[in-house]
Nanobody, 121 residues
């Protein structure tokens, strides 16, 4: 079993900052990549930012220059540093871990329960 747990969401005014954390634990052999997704009401879930085990990152165009993803490999943890937040960033943010785990062949995806981010105007 692999568990993915997010934390750090909340309510912030436009222009403010938040940091989200995501920790993966359990029967992990190695992590291939981790990423942050978000889903606003009535919209599809979208990739916000991702980071591979090698440190390569990618970002949605809408957050480039404002959000930064980082990782602590020793703790199987990734962070999403969100600056200059806008009301349109309001969504439930989900963490995804793509891992090699005990008892499974190949890579598997695991999701956290999500954390709400609300940006007021």
């Amino acid at each position: 079993q692999v568990q993915v747990v997010e934390s750090g969401g909340g309510l912030v005014q436009a222009g403010g900052s938040l940091r989200l954390s995501c920790a993966a634990s359990g029967s992990i052999i190695s992590i291939y990549a981790m990423g942050w997704y978000r889903q606003a009401p009535g919209k599809q879930r979208e990739l916000v930012a991702g980071i591979t085990a090698g440190g390569s990152t990618n970002y949605a165009d809408s957050v480039k220059g404002r959000f930064t993803i980082s990782r602590d490999s020793a703790r199987n943890t990734v962070y999403l540093h969100m600056n200059s937040l806008k009301p349109e960033d309001t969504a439930v943010y989900y963490c995804n871990a793509e891992v090699f785990s005990l008892g499974r062949s190949g890579r598997s995806h695991y999701w956290g329960q999500g954390t709400q981010v609300t940006v007021s105007s």
